[in-house]
Protein backbone atom coordinates (compact mmCIF):
# COMPACT_ATOMS: atom_id res chain seq x y z
CA UNK A 1 0.00 0.00 0.00
CA UNK A 2 2.98 2.49 1.07
CA UNK A 3 4.67 1.66 -2.45
CA UNK A 4 1.21 1.97 -4.44
CA UNK A 5 1.07 5.52 -2.78
CA UNK A 6 4.47 6.64 -3.37
CA UNK A 7 4.12 5.83 -7.26
CA UNK A 8 0.94 8.03 -7.10
CA UNK A 9 2.11 10.60 -5.34
CA UNK A 10 5.44 11.15 -7.56
CA UNK A 11 2.85 10.46 -10.72
CA UNK A 12 0.68 13.71 -9.22
CA UNK A 13 3.55 15.96 -8.99
CA UNK A 14 4.60 15.37 -12.68
CA UNK A 15 0.90 15.44 -13.57
CA UNK A 16 0.56 18.78 -12.16
CA UNK A 17 3.62 19.82 -13.54
CA UNK A 18 2.57 19.12 -17.04
CA UNK A 19 -1.02 20.75 -16.35
CA UNK A 20 0.84 23.81 -15.11
CA UNK A 21 3.10 24.18 -18.60
CA UNK A 22 6.33 23.26 -16.32
CA UNK A 23 6.94 20.72 -18.79
CA UNK A 24 5.06 21.51 -22.30
CA UNK A 25 3.76 19.62 -25.31
CA UNK A 26 6.69 17.68 -26.48
CA UNK A 27 9.15 18.14 -23.54
CA UNK A 28 11.26 15.40 -22.23
CA UNK A 29 10.95 14.25 -18.94
CA UNK A 30 13.87 12.98 -16.72
CA UNK A 31 14.71 9.88 -17.01
CA UNK A 32 14.05 7.00 -14.40
CA UNK A 33 17.15 7.12 -12.73
CA UNK A 34 16.98 10.75 -11.90
CA UNK A 35 13.50 10.66 -10.84
CA UNK A 36 14.79 7.64 -8.86
CA UNK A 37 17.54 10.07 -7.51
CA UNK A 38 14.85 13.14 -6.44
CA UNK A 39 12.53 10.88 -4.78
CA UNK A 40 15.06 7.99 -2.90
CA UNK A 41 12.38 5.54 -4.51
CA UNK A 42 13.04 2.19 -6.44
CA UNK A 43 13.18 2.26 -10.14
CA UNK A 44 9.95 -0.18 -10.03
CA UNK A 45 7.80 2.83 -8.26
CA UNK A 46 9.24 5.35 -10.94
CA UNK A 47 8.64 2.81 -13.63
CA UNK A 48 4.67 2.84 -12.11
CA UNK A 49 4.32 6.38 -11.88
CA UNK A 50 5.06 6.89 -15.25
CA UNK A 51 3.28 3.92 -16.61
CA UNK A 52 0.36 5.88 -14.33
CA UNK A 53 1.18 8.97 -16.78
CA UNK A 54 1.10 6.92 -20.05
CA UNK A 55 -2.35 5.38 -19.08
CA UNK A 56 -4.16 8.55 -18.93
CA UNK A 57 -2.46 9.60 -22.11
CA UNK A 58 -0.46 12.52 -20.62
CA UNK A 59 3.30 11.29 -21.25
CA UNK A 60 4.29 9.00 -24.05
CA UNK A 61 7.59 6.91 -24.65
CA UNK A 62 9.94 6.99 -27.33
CA UNK A 63 12.32 3.85 -28.43
CA UNK A 64 15.72 4.58 -27.16
CA UNK A 65 14.70 7.83 -26.32
CA UNK A 66 12.55 8.65 -23.11
CA UNK A 67 9.55 9.90 -22.28
CA UNK A 68 7.67 12.56 -23.33
CA UNK A 69 4.70 15.19 -22.69
CA UNK A 70 1.86 13.84 -25.32
CA UNK A 71 0.38 15.80 -27.75
CA UNK A 72 -2.77 14.49 -26.22
CA UNK A 73 -2.01 16.41 -22.46
CA UNK A 74 -3.35 19.77 -23.37
CA UNK A 75 -6.56 20.86 -24.86
CA UNK A 76 -7.26 22.15 -28.28
CA UNK A 77 -11.15 22.64 -28.28
CA UNK A 78 -12.67 25.27 -25.79
CA UNK A 79 -15.33 24.70 -23.49
CA UNK A 80 -18.92 24.95 -24.47
CA UNK A 81 -20.92 27.96 -24.29
CA UNK A 82 -22.82 29.09 -21.13
CA UNK A 83 -27.05 28.96 -22.15
CA UNK A 84 -28.69 31.99 -21.01
CA UNK A 85 -31.97 31.74 -19.19
CA UNK A 86 -34.85 31.76 -21.88
CA UNK A 87 -38.78 32.19 -21.21
CA UNK A 88 -40.95 30.17 -23.86
CA UNK A 89 -44.27 30.73 -23.74
CA UNK A 90 -44.54 27.18 -25.65
CA UNK A 91 -42.05 24.25 -24.62
CA UNK A 92 -41.27 21.70 -26.75
CA UNK A 93 -41.43 18.25 -25.10
CA UNK A 94 -38.72 16.43 -27.31
CA UNK A 95 -40.52 13.18 -26.14
CA UNK A 96 -40.25 11.62 -29.76
CA UNK A 97 -36.33 12.27 -29.74
CA UNK A 98 -35.87 10.35 -26.48
CA UNK A 99 -37.87 7.35 -27.58
CA UNK A 100 -35.97 7.25 -31.04
CA UNK A 101 -32.90 6.95 -28.82
CA UNK A 102 -33.93 4.52 -26.07
CA UNK A 103 -34.69 2.28 -29.39
CA UNK A 104 -31.23 1.69 -30.05
CA UNK A 105 -30.59 0.23 -26.83
CA UNK A 106 -30.79 -3.00 -27.78
CA UNK A 107 -30.31 -3.35 -31.35
CA UNK A 108 -27.05 -5.39 -32.33
CA UNK A 109 -23.73 -4.27 -33.64
CA UNK A 110 -24.67 -0.65 -32.36
CA UNK A 111 -21.35 1.49 -31.11
CA UNK A 112 -23.51 2.58 -28.40
CA UNK A 113 -22.50 6.37 -27.39
CA UNK A 114 -26.27 7.32 -26.33
CA UNK A 115 -27.53 6.70 -23.45
CA UNK A 116 -25.88 6.27 -19.65
CA UNK A 117 -25.41 3.14 -19.34
CA UNK A 118 -21.88 1.46 -18.63
CA UNK A 119 -20.99 -1.54 -20.62
CA UNK A 120 -21.21 -4.78 -19.04
CA UNK A 121 -17.61 -5.62 -20.04
CA UNK A 122 -16.35 -3.01 -17.46
CA UNK A 123 -19.08 -4.24 -14.45
CA UNK A 124 -18.04 -6.72 -12.08
CA UNK A 125 -20.65 -9.17 -12.76
CA UNK A 126 -19.19 -12.45 -11.95
CA UNK A 127 -18.65 -11.14 -8.64
CA UNK A 128 -21.81 -9.44 -8.48
CA UNK A 129 -23.64 -13.38 -9.59
CA UNK A 130 -21.61 -14.80 -6.18
CA UNK A 131 -23.55 -11.92 -3.85
CA UNK A 132 -26.90 -13.16 -5.95
CA UNK A 133 -26.04 -16.54 -5.03
CA UNK A 134 -24.42 -16.22 -1.97
CA UNK A 135 -27.84 -13.84 -0.71
CA UNK A 136 -30.67 -16.28 -1.98
CA UNK A 137 -29.29 -19.48 -0.11
CA UNK A 138 -28.81 -17.27 2.93
CA UNK A 139 -32.38 -15.02 3.02
CA UNK A 140 -35.39 -15.95 4.80
CA UNK A 141 -37.81 -17.64 2.05
CA UNK A 142 -35.04 -16.72 -0.83
CA UNK A 143 -36.20 -13.20 -0.77
CA UNK A 144 -39.53 -13.57 -1.67
CA UNK A 145 -41.30 -12.24 1.25
CA UNK A 146 -42.22 -8.70 1.52
CA UNK A 147 -39.57 -5.77 3.56
CA UNK A 148 -40.95 -2.97 5.38
CA UNK A 149 -41.85 -0.05 3.44
CA UNK A 150 -38.63 2.21 4.58
CA UNK A 151 -36.25 -0.73 2.79
CA UNK A 152 -33.92 -3.51 3.70
CA UNK A 153 -31.52 -2.32 7.40
CA UNK A 154 -29.05 -4.27 5.78
CA UNK A 155 -28.43 -1.93 3.05
CA UNK A 156 -29.47 1.32 4.50
CA UNK A 157 -26.82 0.31 7.01
CA UNK A 158 -24.48 -0.35 4.46
CA UNK A 159 -24.76 3.05 2.27
CA UNK A 160 -24.76 4.73 5.89
CA UNK A 161 -21.28 3.55 6.18
CA UNK A 162 -20.60 4.10 3.21
CA UNK A 163 -21.71 7.93 3.38
CA UNK A 164 -18.52 8.47 5.86
CA UNK A 165 -16.39 8.75 3.01
CA UNK A 166 -17.73 12.36 2.29
CA UNK A 167 -18.71 13.08 5.77
CA UNK A 168 -21.88 12.61 5.13
CA UNK A 169 -23.04 11.37 8.44
CA UNK A 170 -26.08 9.98 7.03
CA UNK A 171 -27.71 6.93 9.77
CA UNK A 172 -29.60 4.16 8.52
CA UNK A 173 -33.05 5.49 9.79
CA UNK A 174 -32.36 8.51 7.36
CA UNK A 175 -32.73 6.73 4.48
CA UNK A 176 -35.41 5.38 2.61
CA UNK A 177 -34.73 2.85 -0.36
CA UNK A 178 -36.25 3.39 -4.00
CA UNK A 179 -36.25 1.64 -7.37
CA UNK A 180 -32.83 3.71 -8.73
CA UNK A 181 -32.41 7.46 -8.51
CA UNK A 182 -35.16 8.39 -10.89
CA UNK A 183 -37.48 6.33 -8.80
CA UNK A 184 -36.34 8.27 -5.90
CA UNK A 185 -36.74 11.50 -7.74
CA UNK A 186 -40.17 11.23 -8.56
CA UNK A 187 -41.64 10.25 -4.99
CA UNK A 188 -39.67 13.72 -3.61
CA UNK A 189 -41.37 15.60 -6.64
CA UNK A 190 -44.49 13.99 -5.34
CA UNK A 191 -44.19 14.56 -1.69
CA UNK A 192 -43.15 18.36 -2.43
CA UNK A 193 -45.16 19.49 -5.01
CA UNK A 194 -48.58 19.60 -6.74
CA UNK A 195 -49.52 20.46 -10.25
CA UNK A 196 -48.89 23.97 -11.27
CA UNK A 197 -46.01 24.33 -9.02
CA UNK A 198 -42.07 25.29 -10.67
CA UNK A 199 -39.42 23.51 -10.33
CA UNK A 200 -35.84 24.37 -11.29
CA UNK A 201 -32.94 22.28 -13.27
CA UNK A 202 -29.82 23.08 -14.24
CA UNK A 203 -29.13 23.30 -18.38
CA UNK A 204 -28.49 21.30 -20.21
CA UNK A 205 -30.11 18.62 -17.66
CA UNK A 206 -30.72 15.11 -18.21
CA UNK A 207 -33.84 14.32 -19.98
CA UNK A 208 -35.39 12.10 -17.01
CA UNK A 209 -35.67 14.63 -14.44
CA UNK A 210 -37.54 17.30 -17.23
CA UNK A 211 -39.93 13.93 -18.46
CA UNK A 212 -41.35 13.36 -14.88
CA UNK A 213 -41.52 16.98 -13.90
CA UNK A 214 -44.08 17.25 -17.00
CA UNK A 215 -46.00 13.76 -15.53
CA UNK A 216 -46.27 15.78 -12.84
CA UNK A 217 -48.25 19.08 -14.32
CA UNK A 218 -45.01 21.11 -13.02
CA UNK A 219 -43.68 24.56 -14.44
CA UNK A 220 -39.78 23.79 -15.43
CA UNK A 221 -36.92 27.06 -14.78
CA UNK A 222 -34.04 25.96 -16.87
CA UNK A 223 -30.78 27.80 -14.92
CA UNK A 224 -27.70 28.23 -16.68
CA UNK A 225 -24.84 26.06 -15.88
CA UNK A 226 -20.98 26.64 -16.44
CA UNK A 227 -19.33 23.53 -17.84
CA UNK A 228 -16.75 23.70 -14.78
CA UNK A 229 -18.61 25.16 -11.75
CA UNK A 230 -22.23 24.42 -12.81
CA UNK A 231 -25.59 26.40 -11.51
CA UNK A 232 -25.29 29.50 -12.05
CA UNK A 233 -26.13 31.04 -8.31
CA UNK A 234 -26.76 34.65 -9.73
CA UNK A 235 -29.43 33.15 -12.19
CA UNK A 236 -31.36 31.63 -9.58
CA UNK A 237 -31.53 34.34 -6.84
CA UNK A 238 -33.38 36.35 -9.44
CA UNK A 239 -35.52 33.31 -9.92
CA UNK A 240 -35.98 32.60 -6.56
CA UNK A 241 -39.44 33.83 -5.63
CA UNK A 242 -40.83 31.90 -8.86
CA UNK A 243 -39.40 28.46 -7.47
CA UNK A 244 -41.48 25.60 -5.65
CA UNK A 245 -38.66 23.22 -5.60
CA UNK A 246 -35.03 22.78 -6.68
CA UNK A 247 -33.75 19.66 -8.38
CA UNK A 248 -29.82 20.00 -9.11
CA UNK A 249 -26.85 17.60 -10.05
CA UNK A 250 -24.08 19.20 -8.38
CA UNK A 251 -21.35 16.56 -8.39
CA UNK A 252 -20.83 15.95 -12.33
CA UNK A 253 -24.19 16.88 -13.86
CA UNK A 254 -24.95 15.03 -16.54
CA UNK A 255 -24.67 15.70 -19.75
CA UNK A 256 -22.08 18.38 -18.95
CA UNK A 257 -19.68 16.73 -16.21
CA UNK A 258 -19.45 20.06 -13.93
CA UNK A 259 -18.59 20.09 -10.03
CA UNK A 260 -19.98 22.64 -8.07
CA UNK A 261 -17.31 23.96 -5.62
CA UNK A 262 -18.42 23.37 -1.75
CA UNK A 263 -18.97 27.18 -1.16
CA UNK A 264 -21.55 27.30 -3.68
CA UNK A 265 -22.99 24.57 -2.48
CA UNK A 266 -23.54 25.98 0.84
CA UNK A 267 -24.73 29.32 -0.55
CA UNK A 268 -27.17 27.09 -2.37
CA UNK A 269 -28.23 25.38 0.60
CA UNK A 270 -28.58 28.82 2.92
CA UNK A 271 -30.74 30.53 0.04
CA UNK A 272 -32.81 27.63 -0.22
CA UNK A 273 -33.02 27.20 3.39
CA UNK A 274 -33.80 30.91 4.08
CA UNK A 275 -37.03 29.99 1.30
CA UNK A 276 -38.20 26.77 2.46
CA UNK A 277 -37.54 25.44 -1.02
CA UNK A 278 -36.67 21.61 -0.78
CA UNK A 279 -33.96 20.73 -2.76
CA UNK A 280 -33.47 17.39 -4.60
CA UNK A 281 -30.65 16.93 -5.37
CA UNK A 282 -29.45 14.02 -7.36
CA UNK A 283 -26.07 12.51 -6.77
CA UNK A 284 -25.79 9.30 -9.06
CA UNK A 285 -22.27 10.09 -10.36
CA UNK A 286 -20.76 11.53 -7.18
CA UNK A 287 -18.28 8.38 -6.58
CA UNK A 288 -17.47 8.42 -10.03
CA UNK A 289 -14.57 10.99 -9.27
CA UNK A 290 -11.08 12.08 -11.16
CA UNK A 291 -9.80 13.54 -8.63
CA UNK A 292 -8.66 12.41 -5.08
CA UNK A 293 -11.56 12.79 -2.99
CA UNK A 294 -14.89 12.02 -2.99
CA UNK A 295 -17.09 15.65 -3.65
CA UNK A 296 -19.53 16.21 -0.82
CA UNK A 297 -23.12 16.60 -1.81
CA UNK A 298 -24.89 19.22 -0.91
CA UNK A 299 -26.73 17.07 2.07
CA UNK A 300 -23.75 17.67 4.53
CA UNK A 301 -24.52 20.91 4.56
CA UNK A 302 -28.03 20.83 5.00
CA UNK A 303 -29.11 21.58 8.75
CA UNK A 304 -33.08 21.84 8.59
CA UNK A 305 -33.59 18.43 6.15
CA UNK A 306 -34.51 20.26 2.98
CA UNK A 307 -32.04 18.78 1.02
CA UNK A 308 -33.29 15.14 -0.29
CA UNK A 309 -29.80 13.26 -1.21
CA UNK A 310 -30.85 10.73 -4.13
CA UNK A 311 -28.65 7.96 -5.37
CA UNK A 312 -27.80 4.51 -6.89
CA UNK A 313 -25.29 1.72 -7.95
CA UNK A 314 -26.95 2.01 -11.65
CA UNK A 315 -23.50 3.67 -12.82
CA UNK A 316 -21.39 1.56 -11.12
CA UNK A 317 -22.76 -1.59 -10.22
CA UNK A 318 -25.68 -3.19 -11.82
CA UNK A 319 -28.34 -0.74 -14.37
CA UNK A 320 -30.82 -3.11 -13.87
CA UNK A 321 -31.37 -4.35 -10.59
CA UNK A 322 -32.53 -1.01 -9.98
CA UNK A 323 -31.17 -0.19 -6.46
CA UNK A 324 -31.00 3.40 -5.02
CA UNK A 325 -31.81 5.02 -2.04
CA UNK A 326 -32.69 8.82 -0.75
CA UNK A 327 -32.17 10.87 2.39
CA UNK A 328 -35.31 13.10 2.43
CA UNK A 329 -34.93 14.78 5.51
CA UNK A 330 -37.97 16.20 7.16
CA UNK A 331 -40.16 14.88 4.40
CA UNK A 332 -39.01 11.02 5.05
CA UNK A 333 -42.81 10.03 6.61
CA UNK A 334 -44.22 11.48 3.61
CA UNK A 335 -41.92 9.45 1.70
CA UNK A 336 -42.80 6.08 3.00
CA UNK A 337 -46.42 6.52 3.41
CA UNK A 338 -46.26 7.04 -0.77
CA UNK A 339 -44.10 4.59 -1.33
CA UNK A 340 -46.36 1.70 0.55
CA UNK A 341 -49.12 2.83 -1.34
CA UNK A 342 -47.21 2.61 -4.96
CA UNK A 343 -45.52 -0.77 -4.07
CA UNK A 344 -45.89 -1.82 -0.69
CA UNK A 345 -42.53 -2.39 -0.84
CA UNK A 346 -39.25 -2.50 -3.57
CA UNK A 347 -37.66 -5.99 -3.66
CA UNK A 348 -35.26 -7.58 -1.33
CA UNK A 349 -33.28 -9.62 -3.13
CA UNK A 350 -31.28 -7.03 -5.01
CA UNK A 351 -30.90 -4.82 -2.08
CA UNK A 352 -29.40 -7.55 -0.33
CA UNK A 353 -27.08 -8.05 -2.96
CA UNK A 354 -26.00 -4.50 -2.97
CA UNK A 355 -25.37 -4.79 0.40
CA UNK A 356 -23.51 -8.13 0.76
CA UNK A 357 -21.11 -6.26 -2.11
CA UNK A 358 -20.66 -3.73 -0.30
CA UNK A 359 -20.26 -4.72 3.32
CA UNK A 360 -17.45 -7.31 2.15
CA UNK A 361 -15.38 -4.70 0.39
CA UNK A 362 -15.63 -5.25 -3.03
CA UNK A 363 -16.63 -1.92 -4.14
CA UNK A 364 -13.92 0.16 -3.54
CA UNK A 365 -11.77 -1.80 -5.01
CA UNK A 366 -14.23 -2.18 -8.13
CA UNK A 367 -14.35 1.99 -8.17
CA UNK A 368 -11.13 2.86 -7.88
CA UNK A 369 -10.30 0.68 -10.86
CA UNK A 370 -13.57 1.80 -12.95
CA UNK A 371 -12.55 5.22 -12.11
CA UNK A 372 -9.31 4.88 -13.27
CA UNK A 373 -10.48 3.80 -17.00
CA UNK A 374 -13.40 6.29 -16.87
CA UNK A 375 -10.61 9.11 -16.80
CA UNK A 376 -8.51 7.46 -18.85
CA UNK A 377 -11.42 6.86 -21.33
CA UNK A 378 -12.45 10.42 -21.31
CA UNK A 379 -8.67 11.53 -21.88
CA UNK A 380 -8.77 8.83 -25.16
CA UNK A 381 -12.45 10.13 -25.95
CA UNK A 382 -11.42 13.89 -25.98
CA UNK A 383 -8.24 13.53 -28.15
CA UNK A 384 -10.36 11.29 -30.94
CA UNK A 385 -12.51 13.73 -31.01
CA UNK A 386 -9.89 16.72 -31.42
CA UNK A 387 -8.14 15.02 -33.90
CA UNK A 388 -11.42 13.81 -35.79
CA UNK A 389 -13.83 16.36 -35.30
CA UNK A 390 -14.29 20.42 -37.35
CA UNK A 391 -11.92 22.57 -35.44
CA UNK A 392 -14.51 24.45 -34.27
CA UNK A 393 -15.91 22.12 -32.33
CA UNK A 394 -16.48 22.44 -28.23
CA UNK A 395 -15.86 19.57 -25.63
CA UNK A 396 -16.68 19.24 -22.16
CA UNK A 397 -14.17 18.89 -19.18
CA UNK A 398 -16.11 16.44 -17.01
CA UNK A 399 -14.01 16.22 -13.44
CA UNK A 400 -15.89 12.96 -12.92
CA UNK A 401 -18.81 10.27 -14.43
CA UNK A 402 -19.05 9.07 -17.87
CA UNK A 403 -20.58 11.30 -20.67
CA UNK A 404 -19.35 14.27 -22.42
CA UNK A 405 -20.66 17.00 -23.82
CA UNK A 406 -20.26 18.32 -27.68
CA UNK A 407 -20.97 21.47 -29.14
CA UNK A 408 -20.46 21.45 -32.82
CA UNK A 409 -20.74 24.02 -35.58
CA UNK A 410 -24.04 26.37 -35.51
CA UNK A 411 -25.37 24.58 -39.01
CA UNK A 412 -25.32 21.01 -37.40
CA UNK A 413 -28.88 19.86 -36.65
CA UNK A 414 -27.84 16.42 -34.20
CA UNK A 415 -31.24 15.22 -34.87
CA UNK A 416 -30.99 14.44 -38.22
CA UNK A 417 -27.50 13.75 -37.91
CA UNK A 418 -28.81 10.97 -35.49
CA UNK A 419 -30.46 9.28 -38.39
CA UNK A 420 -27.47 9.57 -40.22
CA UNK A 421 -25.27 8.10 -37.70
CA UNK A 422 -26.88 4.82 -37.41
CA UNK A 423 -27.24 3.85 -40.94
CA UNK A 424 -23.49 3.49 -39.76
CA UNK A 425 -24.30 1.37 -36.79
CA UNK A 426 -23.29 4.78 -34.49
CA UNK A 427 -26.19 6.27 -31.40
CA UNK A 428 -25.31 9.21 -29.40
CA UNK A 429 -27.89 11.61 -27.75
CA UNK A 430 -28.59 14.62 -29.72
CA UNK A 431 -28.92 18.13 -28.02
CA UNK A 432 -32.03 18.68 -27.68
CA UNK A 433 -32.81 16.23 -25.87
CA UNK A 434 -31.59 18.29 -22.58
CA UNK A 435 -33.77 20.91 -22.64
CA UNK A 436 -37.81 21.66 -23.29
CA UNK A 437 -36.69 25.27 -25.00
CA UNK A 438 -35.59 25.00 -28.72
CA UNK A 439 -31.74 25.10 -27.93
CA UNK A 440 -28.66 22.50 -28.08
CA UNK A 441 -29.63 21.48 -31.61
CA UNK A 442 -26.33 21.29 -32.78
CA UNK A 443 -25.04 19.40 -29.33
CA UNK A 444 -24.54 16.02 -28.68
CA UNK A 445 -23.47 13.55 -25.72
CA UNK A 446 -21.41 10.69 -26.12
CA UNK A 447 -21.38 7.71 -23.12
CA UNK A 448 -17.59 7.30 -22.99
CA UNK A 449 -18.25 4.22 -20.54
CA UNK A 450 -17.09 1.74 -23.06
CA UNK A 451 -14.37 -0.68 -23.90
CA UNK A 452 -11.36 1.92 -25.91
CA UNK A 453 -10.44 -0.11 -28.58
CA UNK A 454 -9.45 0.42 -32.38
CA UNK A 455 -13.25 -0.12 -33.55
CA UNK A 456 -13.91 2.71 -30.99
CA UNK A 457 -11.10 4.64 -32.33
CA UNK A 458 -12.14 4.18 -35.75
CA UNK A 459 -16.01 4.72 -35.27
CA UNK A 460 -15.44 7.72 -33.36
CA UNK A 461 -13.39 8.49 -36.46
CA UNK A 462 -16.10 8.01 -38.98
CA UNK A 463 -18.33 10.06 -36.59
CA UNK A 464 -16.22 13.10 -36.88
CA UNK A 465 -16.24 12.33 -41.01
CA UNK A 466 -20.37 12.51 -40.67
CA UNK A 467 -20.42 15.44 -39.06
CA UNK A 468 -17.72 17.38 -41.41
CA UNK A 469 -19.76 16.09 -44.11
CA UNK A 470 -22.90 17.82 -42.89
CA UNK A 471 -21.38 21.43 -42.68
Not at 43 to 55: G, M, P, R
Not at 157 to 180: C, E, N, Q
Not at 202 to 223: C, D, H, M, R, W
Not at 437 to 445: A, D, E, L, V
Amino acid sequence: MKNNALYLRIAKIIEEQINNETFRLGDKLPSLRTIQRIHNVSINTVKQAYLELESKSLIESRTRSGYFVSKSSKRKFSLPSVSSLQSSAVQKDPVDLIDKVFGSLKKANITQLSLGVPSPSLLPIAKLNKSLIKTVQTLEDGGTSYEPAQGSSNLRRTISKWSMVFGGGITADDLVTTSGTMNAIFNCLLAVTKPGDTMAVEIPVYFGTIQIAKSLGLNVIEIPSHPITGINLDVLKDNILKIDVCCFTTNFSNPLGCLMPDANKKELVKLLTKHNIPLIEDDLYGNLFFGTDRPKPCKVFDEEGIVMWCSSVSKTLAPGYRVGWVAPGKYKDKIIRQKLLQTISTPLLYQEVIADFMENGRYEHHLRSFRKRLYTNCLHFQRSVEEYFPDNTKISQPQGGFVLWLELDERVDTAQLYDTAMLSNISFAPGRMFTLQNRYNNCMRLNFAQEWDDKMNNDLKLLGEIVKNSI
